[in-house]
């Protein structure tokens, strides 16, 4: 049950956002795909995610080609994707957004206990369950939206710069979730992130995009301590 | 003190089919961000429908059923095999802007040419199912009858039903959410398409019941509903494109509007003031009287 | 310079392009002479709704409504203020004008449905006004008599010529101006506005002043087209602008492709060959009364329909797409 993405080319009209690229996220692992703005990160989750489509390449999640199908169809097949800024609905309800993604479940006791585990999770979320999104602070839509995506027991999570915008204690509680998360489960995560200190610091695996194209695979570790990549996204 | 009454009888039950035809036309806006032009042909063809189901069947009540129903399934197939092929195909250059109105105006001009090949255009009539006849209230005739509280009572039902659909149910939740962030419900695994399409069929529904609760009183023609969709029109965006609540709110305003103007002013004046309305609205509150202060953008 | 020629080639051609016109109506009949009357009569109809809708990108159901006021401002002053008709006609463009004028204003505020809502509810509304106003001649409407022709043309030349030529010379000064105007600088910033109404905003047009000068511009044409019509039918009355007429326009002008003034004549042949094309199929497999009132608006939306399917830009640019295809 692994990522398996192989040379995989997007285009966003007339610019080739995403070039030729090839990575694996091994089944259970948390992989960061860092790298400066306009990298082609956003657009390189949209594809998979299945919001966008490709020009050539394959992407396959466990062996089944994910390319070229609808997105609310492979969400049903346990692929979450988490976008950036605007992923709850501002409209409704605290409870009616972690609603949206059992909504299509059959198994609605195990939607019940799943809603359960995400407010255990994010406990500020129960108390706001009649309020609507729209009132909520910046982290707490963070965590609204990625607890939806949690209810519906995904496989494959795919998250766009959960960090932007946060206060760091915030963003330092939300790392320390997802990194909580792929080590209790089985849960694979590809986690696209402006803030590379952060995002390295909890992955397990490491994948540098620059215009488009990938300039660096490796474990997090090694990259952490590359001095090429600190000077370019680590700041020192 | 009677024609005040009168006044605002008349303006209740003309307010109660305006409501329901700025539903349809909300619905459809929410849905797939498109005035559905095309929405008063549909509810004639359907009322038509509806026509022959009580001729042959000699029941009001029959006519009325089948009315809703085709309505709903035209409403559904209009959305699946005219819409969706021509959003798909017409994505390039500035006609996309305008594709989609002239599409729905033209499909209404295609609905309204069938409906003359098939019944012709001379006046047919539907038959209340109750009298059409003024109450005797205390002794004096009111400009109200059996049939218009008929009407005010179908259409506090069907917005009732329509609320708890929305409000409290899932399928309503996902009708919800594909209006508002379709792209979040596609990624929460909602059918974003098939949702819609359903829309389309609670749309063509209520255009269905509006023309049966409508024609009763007048004649059936191919035209015969165009001023509702003027009306109609006007009063979803005195309300608000975007909230059920604000389509019949707007639509009573307009109701009572029109018909005092009528009633007091002059019968001739009623498309002007209904005009006048429209452009005071759009130059105070461009978004409709209701619409939220986050209101989407456009 | 390039540009001086290009504009001098223009006038050039335009007169040319009148004397054939000419030399054309002496040698065909009464019917054609009518017919190509309303032809130049809805050229200039449907250019005013290409000036508004494809160069500046408001969309308007209400033009039968900019025609209607028009049309009565030029009969008002051949009947109570007893000016000259070809000084009718001037006021009919010069009335509708500010009336366009005003409503853009109004409308610079509005976008895509409002608009089209609000110009529908335009349409609609407008006509019933002359019921209200007895000057205004109710449901009969006034009479509009452009005149005879003048006796030195001759005692052959017929009525129908008459209107044939001032229909096409009316049509033929407007459409040089405007293709003037668009072609100039004015045409770009339409055409900014069009595309992308933030930019215009932030190089500095004043967006809300150009989409009223826009409107008005397309009014004042519409106007003039009114006043044509209603010479043709010899009478203005509100039953002579329908709602349907708006939207007869608005399907001549996608038709044609409504990006570009180029081809506007072959939707104005388009809306009066399919009366004409409709009563010869009738004529050939008969039909009910209903079939035969409803055979035109069929046409004519499912004309608009697959123009919006398989040529929405213009069949001139299907025409070039095929070009490219076969290289």
Request: hydrophobic share 50%; charged share 10%; proline share 3%.
């Given at each position: 049950?692994?990522?398996v993405?192989?040379n995989?080319?997007?285009?966003?009209?007339?610019i080739r956002?995403?070039?030729n690229?090839s990575?694996?996220?091994?089944?259970?692992?948390?992989?960061?795909v860092?790298?400066?703005?306009?990298?082609g990160?956003?657009?390189?989750?949209?594809?998979?995610?299945?919001?966008k489509?490709?020009?050539?390449?394959?992407a396959t999640w466990?062996?089944?080609?994910?390319?070229?199908?609808?997105?609310?169809?492979?969400?049903?097949?346990?692929?979450?994707?988490?976008?950036?800024?605007?992923?709850?609905?501002?409209?409704?309800?605290v409870k009616?957004?972690l609603?949206?993604?059992?909504?299509?479940?059959?198994d609605?006791?195990?939607?019940?206990?799943?809603?359960?585990?995400?407010v255990e999770?994010?406990?500020?979320?129960?108390?706001?369950?009649?309020?609507?999104?729209?009132?909520?602070?910046?982290?707490?839509?963070?965590?609204?939206?990625i607890?939806?995506a949690?209810?519906?027991r995904p496989?494959?999570l795919?998250?766009?710069e959960?960090?932007?915008?946060?206060?760091?204690?915030i963003?330092?509680q939300?790392?320390?979730t997802?990194?909580?998360?792929?080590?209790?489960t089985?849960?694979?995560?590809?986690?696209?992130?402006?803030?590379?200190?952060?995002?390295l610091?909890?992955a397990?695996?490491g994948?540098?995009?620059?215009?488009g194209?990938?300039?660096?695979v490796?474990?997090?570790?090694?990259?952490l301590?590359d001095?090429?990549?600190?000077?370019?996204?680590?700041g020192? | 003190?009677?024609q005040f009454?009168?006044?605002?009888?008349?303006?209740?039950s003309?307010?109660?089919?305006?409501?329901?035809m700025?539903?349809a036309?909300?619905l459809?806006w929410?849905?797939?961000?498109v005035?559905?032009?095309?929405q008063?042909?549909?509810?004639?063809?359907?009322?038509?429908?509806g026509?022959?189901?009580?001729?042959?069947?000699?029941?009001?009540?029959?006519?009325l059923?089948?009315?809703?129903?085709?309505?709903?399934?035209l409403?559904?197939?209009?959305?699946?095999?005219?819409m969706?092929?021509?959003f798909?195909r017409?994505?390039?250059?500035?006609?996309?802007m305008i594709?989609p109105?002239?599409a729905t105006?033209?499909?209404?001009?295609?609905?309204?040419?069938?409906?003359g090949?098939?019944?012709?255009?001379?006046?047919?009539?539907?038959?209340a199912p109750?009298s059409t006849?003024?109450l005797?209230?205390?002794?004096?005739i009111?400009?109200?009858?059996p049939?218009?509280?008929?009407?005010?009572?179908?259409?506090t039902?069907?917005?009732i039903?329509?609320t708890?659909?929305?409000?409290?149910?899932?399928?309503?939740?996902?009708?919800?959410?594909?209006?508002?962030?379709?792209?979040?419900a596609?990624?929460?695994?909602?059918r974003?398409d098939?949702?819609?399409?359903?829309?389309w069929a609670?749309?063509g529904a209520?255009?269905?019941l509006?023309?049966?609760?409508?024609?009763?009183?007048?004649?059936l023609?191919?035209?015969?509903?165009?001023?509702?969709l003027?009306?109609?029109?006007i009063?979803?965006?005195?309300?608000?494109?975007d909230?059920?609540?604000?389509?019949?709110a707007?639509?009573?305003?307009?109701?009572?509007a029109?018909?005092f103007?009528?009633s007091y002013?002059?019968y001739k004046?009623?498309?002007?003031?209904?005009?006048?309305?429209?452009?005071?609205?759009?130059?105070i509150?461009?978004?409709?009287?209701?619409s939220s202060?986050?209101?989407?953008k456009d | 310079?390039?540009?001086?020629?290009?504009t001098?080639?223009?006038l050039?051609?335009?007169?040319?392009l009148?004397?054939?016109l000419?030399?054309?109506?002496?040698?065909?009949?009464?019917?054609?002479?009518?017919?190509?009357?309303?032809v130049?009569m809805y050229?200039l109809?449907?250019?005013?709704?290409?000036?508004?809708?494809?160069y500046?990108?408001q969309?308007?159901?209400?033009?039968s409504?900019?025609?209607?006021?028009?049309a009565?401002?030029?009969?008002?002053?051949?009947?109570?203020?007893k000016?000259?008709?070809a000084i009718?006609?001037?006021?009919a463009?010069?009335?509708?004008?500010i009336?366009?004028l005003?409503l853009?204003?109004?409308?610079a505020?509005?976008?895509?449905?409002?608009?089209a809502g609000?110009?529908?509810?335009?349409?609609?509304s407008?006509?019933?006004i002359?019921?209200?106003?007895?000057?205004?001649g109710g449901?009969q409407?006034?009479v509009?008599?452009i005149?005879?022709?003048?006796?030195?043309l001759?005692?052959?030349?017929?009525?129908?010529?008459?209107?044939?030529?001032?229909?096409c010379l009316?049509?033929?000064?407007?459409i040089?101006?405007?293709?003037?105007?668009?072609?100039?600088?004015?045409?770009?910033?339409?055409?900014?506005l069009?595309?992308?109404?933030?930019?215009?905003?932030?190089?500095?047009?004043?967006?809300?002043?150009?989409?009223?000068?826009?409107?008005s511009?397309?009014?004042?044409?519409?106007?003039l087209?009114?006043?044509l019509?209603?010479m043709l039918?010899?009478?203005?009355?509100p039953?002579?602008?329908p709602?349907?007429?708006s939207?007869?326009?608005?399907?001549?002008?996608?038709?044609?492709?409504v990006?570009s003034l180029?081809?506007?004549?072959?939707?104005?042949?388009?809306?009066v060959?399919?009366?004409e094309?409709?009563?010869?199929?009738?004529?050939?497999?008969?039909?009910?009364?209903?079939?035969?009132?409803?055979l035109p608006?069929?046409?004519?939306?499912s004309?608009l329909?697959?123009?919006?399917?398989?040529?929405?830009?213009?069949?001139?640019?299907?025409?070039h797409k095929?070009?490219?295809?076969?290289l």
């Open positions: 049950m692994s990522l993405v192989e995989l080319t997007i285009d966003h009209g007339a956002a995403i070039d690229v990575f694996t996220v091994p089944s259970g692992q948390l992989a960061a860092i790298g400066a703005n306009g990298a990160k956003t657009t390189l989750l949209r594809t998979l995610s299945g919001l489509e490709s020009k050539s390449g394959s466990n062996g089944n080609s994910i390319l070229g199908k609808r997105a609310e169809d492979l969400a049903r097949t346990g692929i979450m994707h988490v976008s950036d800024g605007k992923s709850v609905i501002a409209e409704l309800s009616e957004n609603a949206l993604a059992g909504l299509w479940r059959k609605k006791k195990d939607v019940a206990k799943a809603t359960d585990e995400v999770m994010f406990p500020i979320l129960g108390q706001r369950m009649s309020q609507t999104a729209g009132s909520l602070s910046g982290g707490e839509r963070q965590m609204l939206a607890g939806r949690l209810i519906a496989k494959l795919l998250l766009d959960p960090s932007l915008g946060l206060a760091p204690l963003i330092e939300i790392f320390q997802i990194k909580t998360l792929v080590n209790k089985d849960l694979t995560v590809l986690l696209v992130e402006q803030n590379a200190m952060g995002a610091k909890i397990d695996e994948i540098v995009l620059n215009l194209t990938v300039v660096a490796d474990s997090a570790q090694s990259l301590n001095p090429a990549v600190r000077a370019a996204y680590l020192f | 003190m009677n009454i009168t006044a605002v009888l008349t303006s209740l003309s307010g109660a089919i305006y409501a329901l700025s539903i036309l909300v459809v929410r849905s797939t961000r005035i559905n032009f095309a008063a042909g549909q509810a004639i063809l359907t009322t038509y429908i026509y022959e189901a009580v001729t042959r069947s000699g029941s009001y009540w029959v006519g059923i089948c009315a809703v129903i085709s309505g709903a399934l409403g559904a197939g209009i959305d699946r095999f005219f969706r092929p021509i798909k017409v994505n390039t250059g500035p006609i996309v594709a109105v002239v105006l033209a499909l209404l001009g295609i609905i309204q040419a069938v409906i090949f098939i019944w012709g255009l001379s006046y047919q009539i539907i038959e109750v006849e003024g005797n209230i205390f002794g004096s009111i400009a109200f009858s049939f218009n509280l008929m009407v005010l009572i179908a259409v039902l069907s917005m039903l329509l708890i659909l929305f409000q409290k149910t899932n399928i309503g939740l996902a009708l919800r959410a594909s209006a508002y962030a379709p792209e979040i596609k990624l929460s695994g909602i974003v098939a949702v819609r399409t359903l829309g609670l749309a209520a255009g269905g509006a023309g049966m609760l409508y024609i009763p009183g007048s004649n023609y191919p035209n015969a509903m165009d001023v509702l003027v009306f109609g029109f009063a979803a965006v005195i309300g608000g494109l909230s059920l609540f604000g389509a019949v707007g639509a009573m305003i307009l109701g009572f029109v018909n103007s009528a002013i002059s004046l009623v498309f002007p003031t209904a005009f006048l309305i429209l452009i005071l609205v759009l130059l509150k461009p978004r409709g009287i209701f202060s986050k209101g989407r | 310079m390039l540009k001086a020629s290009a001098k080639k223009r050039f051609g335009f007169i040319i009148g004397w054939i000419l030399l054309v109506s002496d040698r065909i009949g009464e019917l054609r002479q009518y017919q190509g009357a309303f130049a050229t109809a449907i250019a005013s709704i290409i000036l508004l809708t494809g500046s990108g969309l308007s159901l209400g033009h409504a900019l025609m209607a006021v028009g009565y401002a030029g009969a008002l002053s051949i009947n109570n203020f000016l000259h008709p009718a006609l001037v006021m463009v010069l009335i509708a004008g009336f366009g005003l853009g204003y109004a409308a505020r509005l976008s895509g449905p409002y608009l609000t110009t529908l509810a335009l349409a609609v407008l006509p019933t002359a019921n209200q106003f007895p000057v205004l449901e409407g006034l509009f008599d005149g005879t022709p003048p006796a030195r001759g005692e052959d030349f017929s009525q129908y010529q008459w209107f044939f030529w001032i229909s009316s049509a033929l000064i407007m040089w101006f405007l293709v003037n105007l668009l072609g100039s600088r004015y045409g770009r910033e339409f055409r900014a069009r595309d992308n109404p933030t930019a215009a905003q932030l190089a500095g047009l004043n967006v809300g002043r150009q989409k009223a000068m826009a409107f511009l397309s009014a004042g044409i519409a106007g087209s009114g006043g019509l209603v039918i010899s009478g203005v009355s039953s002579a602008f709602l349907s007429l939207f007869l326009l608005l399907a001549g002008a996608v038709v044609t492709g990006y180029k081809g506007v004549i072959i939707g104005a042949l388009v809306l060959a399919i009366p094309i409709a009563e010869s199929v009738v004529s050939r497999i008969g039909g009910s009364e209903g079939f035969t009132t409803s608006g069929f046409m004519v939306s004309l329909i697959l123009a919006v399917l398989f040529a929405p830009n213009g069949p001139g640019h299907l025409l095929k070009k490219h295809l076969k």
